[in-house]
């Protein structure tokens, strides 16, 4: 092997690790990401019970916008793009008045709430 080829072997070797290094960190942020969701869901639920259990609509379309606009700003702030930001929260509220409606429906039909 030449001298040459011997020191783009090493370069080789260290993006690796640099890349291995990087994705690593990649997998431990989405790791932390599920069980965040988790846990925000977890809340989100007692209120989808609350609500229901009071006859409150699923949707609070004032509390929504509320959050939209708090976490554009949040976004802007982190150097992320507010636009992809309200992407991801409006999935999210789309899955948590989902969630909402079914628990109001079983409580409608006299069903456990847990």
Known sequence: ???????????DDEVLRRLRYLRGSIDNLDAALVHLLAERFKATQQ?????AAHSLPPADPERE??????????????????????????FIIEEVIRHHRVIAERAANGSALS
């Open 1 to 11: 092997m030449s001298e040459q080829q011997s020191g783009e072997q090493r370069g």
């Open 47 to 51: 209120v989808g019970e609350l609500k």
């Open 65 to 90: 916008a509320q959050q939209i606009a708090r976490l554009r700003g949040m976004a802007e702030d982190a150097h992320l793009d507010p636009a992809f930001a309200e992407k991801f929260l409006n």
